[in-house]
């Protein structure tokens, strides 16, 4: 790994050496720096591993405590060039099933063993690994804005390179069990507070922590191992209380923080791992602890769930790249954003752009309706502030963001309209029209609209090449995902504009073609009436939801719908049928129709599925009654040998056959898009890493072979249990869904 890229100065000293591409040894006087630089983020990639190594096996030869005229060295510095500090391992060596983190632990604890002080200059997003070196480091100097954490749980893991040990130790081990176990990287205050860093600057990091590194030098301070010191039980600083906790409290400490995690281990195996080791560190010291740690770590990596869990990391990332794109297309400017119907979705709406700091116009067609849009708003961020989740002052900023106006013409400088009124064609139609109208060349018009012909409301507009979807799920100011309708004929750098705008409002943007409910709601059409068939040959709702949920979704379809109400969810179902969209199958979403028929609209109206005490579904012997009655007359047989396996079968697999489809037909662009669509809009399990990933894990043959056996056993006169072609060919000739790349 060494070369001869040695830089010299005049007295022979050797100023730069680069130790490979990404990691340079420099020297300012009598101080060494490690550089890395390993663009983007400068992952912990393999040659940053081995730079790393043979830069520390060379700062430990030129080690001289106190420096010498010749050249020896007195302190080092380790900072990163770019946008970042090391932002963590390379998440995408993990599927190597070689991955060794030995080298790595071994490197750094040479780092923190050298006989000098050592400074980390951070700067950026210095987390997982990135954390981990910056602790076996002596001191830390941070610039302000630096966000610091170990987010590997996120990951489905946990720190693997000294992170549970080290961390504990310099800022206790109830706030480092907190940081680990949600993920969640705090900022240079608290940081600065806890002891996890020792100055911020407002400048270079490289600089500071030169200038840092020479008062240390200045006052004689040496090195300062943070795996020397002992583990604080009691929360708060390493300053904290140097009492040492009696044996049975530390093993109380623990019991607790396992008996809370209990819950969510089984699909978190990280989680409780997370707490062995770090009691391991503390009663049993550092080394121990870092084996514990180790151990659990490779075992982590190889689990299902952080496979899951790191697909779902690129497939995040990947959704944003829109394939066939020129690279050099020009985004158009977004600097205020218009919005019709100041609804419940139109509100939700307009709240994303304003948290943004992106002034936007609101307009409905009465006073009244305007208000009542703009109090909701209001009293939803005064909610935030009441939790402590805002500051009251950033209320009010964020309500000078919006603008009220009856006037579609006040839309006149806006760059970027999206009409948000209520789900109906001939309505959709004329704003859609007046806007064609109003909105100044190059503005981009988007339709909120997750069931009508976005290409026909496009060409209302006039301007179809300015025209796209931007589906929003509600609530609006919440749900992380906008798929993003890509007409006919929108423009590339419409497309482009809207998915890279998502992004600035904090959205996950996936682009998905022209096709009924679009990526989304198509696939969970399948789940529904496959669930709602369930209903009707006998098995309850609770029973439906129970299985389901086992899968880790946080609510089965008869919860779901009863919370988005059942009138709501009819209403789809009979447009849709109006519109001829449904297969001539008058048993066909039969429940949801009857439901809505007899009032029973769920959660708002204390019925539905289920009966409400309050927000509590409780079971109702009504709702038996109506689907028994509703077999009858389907001349649908009910059955009392309905088990988990067949609901959890015949809700996902037909979903999963959808989603193929929606690949055969280039809805979406890949399969990734699908999983992300599911993870961030439907609740999902991210541990399951979304259905395409699971139909993966399942095997195509698996999958195909149980399709085929429902439509044996339930006959299949409408082709529901038809099988993809997409799934028949990978099940026959093998090979994944993740492989799919278009059609
Ligand atoms: C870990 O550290 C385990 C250790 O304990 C033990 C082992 C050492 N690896 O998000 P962005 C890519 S586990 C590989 O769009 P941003 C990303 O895919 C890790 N690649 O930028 C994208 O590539 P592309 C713990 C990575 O500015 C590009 O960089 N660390 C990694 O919005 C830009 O990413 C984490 O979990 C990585 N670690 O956000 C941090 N990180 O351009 C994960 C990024 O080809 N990363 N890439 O699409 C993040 O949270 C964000 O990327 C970050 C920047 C906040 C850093």
């Known amino acids: 790994t060494m070369n ?27 101080i060494g720096l490690i550089r890395i630089d390993h663009p983007p983020v400068n992952a912990l990639a393999g040659p940053v591993r081995t730079g790393l190594r043979t830069a520390v096996d060379r700062l430990a030869a030129e080690a001289v405590p106190g420096g010498t ?13 770019g946008r970042t500090f090391v932002a963590g391992g390379d998440i995408a060596e993990f599927d190597d099933p070689d991955y060794d983190i030995t080298h790595l632990l071994d490197t750094l604890a040479r780092l923190e063993g050298l006989a000098l002080p050592v400074v980390a200059a951070l700067h950026g997003s210095v987390l997982g690994g990135g954390l981990e070196i910056a602790m076996a480091c002596h001191y830390r100097v941070a610039q302000a804005g630096t966000r610091l954490g170990q987010p590997e749980v996120r990951l489905g ?6 992170g549970t040990q080290r961390l504990p130790r310099l800022v206790g081990a109830g706030r480092a069990l907190e940081m680990m176990l949600d993920g969640q990287p705090i900022g240079t205050d608290e940081a600065l507070r806890l002891g996890l860093i020792d100055a911020v600057t407002d400048g270079d990091p490289r600089t500071a922590a030169l200038a840092y590194a020479e008062n ?21 600083a390493g300053a904290g209380n140097e009492a040492a906790a009696a044996a049975t409290e530390v093993a109380d400490f623990f019991a607790r923080r396992r008996t ?3 819950a969510r281990a089984a699909v978190y195996p990280a989680l409780p791992r ?8 503390c009663t049993q010291g550092f080394a121990a602890g870092l084996a514990v740690e180790t151990q659990a770590f490779q075992a982590c990596l190889r689990a299902p769930q952080s496979q899951a869990m790191r697909a779902l990391f690129f497939a995040e990332r990947e959704a944003a790249k829109l394939p066939g794109l020129p690279a050099d297309v020009a985004l158009r400017p977004i600097r205020r954003v218009g919005v019709v119907g100041a609804g419940t979705m139109g509100g939700g709406i307009a709240m994303n752009f304003a948290n943004a700091g992106i002034p936007v116009v609101l307009v409905d067609t009465s006073a009244e309706a305007l208000a009542r849009g703009l109090d909701i708003v209001r009293r939803n961020y005064q909610a935030s502030a009441a939790r402590g989740k805002l500051d009251v002052a950033e209320v009010e900023r964020r ?39 109003v909105c100044r060349p190059g503005a981009i018009i988007a339709t909120n609209t997750s069931t009508l012909d976005m290409d026909a409301l496009a060409r209302a507009s006039g301007r179809a090449g300015d025209f796209v979807g931007m589906h929003f799920f509600s609530p609006a100011n919440v749900m992380r995902l906008l798929e ?4 006919a004929h929108t423009a590339p750098e419409v497309l482009a504009t809207v998915v890279r705008l998502a992004r600035t409002i904090g959205k996950v943007a996936v682009v998905s073609g022209v096709c009924y409910g679009f990526i989304g709601n198509r696939m969970l059409e399948s789940y529904l009436r496959e669930s709602e068939f369930l209903l009707l040959e006998g098995a309850s709702p609770a029973r439906i939801d129970a299985a389901i949920q086992s899968l880790g979704l946080p609510m089965g379809p008869c919860r779901m719908l009863d919370m988005a109400g059942l009138d709501v969810a009819a209403k789809v179902v009979i447009e849709h049928l109006k519109a001829g969209g449904l297969p001539p199958d008058p048993s066909y979403r039969a429940a949801v129709q009857r439901m809505f028929a007899l009032g029973r609209f769920g959660q708002k109206t204390g019925a539905g599925y289920y009966r409400y005490d309050g927000r509590t579904p409780l079971p109702d012997p009504e709702v038996a009654d109506i689907c028994r009655a509703l077999a009858a007359e389907h001349g649908i047989a009910q059955r009392d040998d309905i088990g988990d396996d067949e609901i959890i079968e015949r809700c996902l697999y037909p979903l999963i056959n959808e989603g193929a489809r929606i690949l055969e037909e280039g809805i979406a662009y890949r399969p990734g898009d699908i999983d992300v669509v599911w993870t961030c809009g439907y609740g999902f399990p991210d541990h399951r890493g979304g259905p395409m990933h699971m139909a993966d894990r399942l095997g195509a043959a698996h999958i195909v072979r149980r399709l085929e056996h429902y439509a044996r056993q339930r006959g299949n006169p409408h082709g529901y249990w038809d099988r993809s072609a997409l799934l028949a060919r990978l099940a026959e000739h093998g090979g994944r869904l993740a492989d799919f790349r278009g059609a």
């Not at 603008?403 to 064609?425: K, P, Q, S, W, Y």
Request: aromatic content about 2%; proline content about 2%.
């Open 4 to 30: 001869d890229k040695a830089i010299v100065d005049e007295e022979g000293k050797r100023m730069r050496d680069a130790m490979n591409d990404s990691v340079t040894l420099e020297r300012a006087g009598r």
């Open 69 to 81: 005229a010749a050249g020896g060295l007195a302190a080092v510095v380790v900072y990163a060039a």
């Open 157 to 162: 893991l946990l720190p693997g390179a000294g």
């Open 216 to 236: 240390l030098l200045a006052q004689g301070a040496g090195p300062r191992r943070s795996a020397e010191r002992p583990v604080m039980v009691t929360a708060g």
């Open 260 to 262: 809370a995690l209990a």
């Open 274 to 281: 997370i707490v062995d080791a770090v009691e391991a560190g």
């Open 399 to 437: 309500m000078a963001c919006l603008h009220g106006t009856l006037a579609l013409a006040d839309l006149g400088d806006c760059d970027l309209v999206i009409e948000a009124v209520f789900e109906n064609m001939a309505l959709k139609l004329q704003v859609c029209a007046q806007l064609g109208e």
């Open 484 to 487: 993003v309708v890509r007409g």
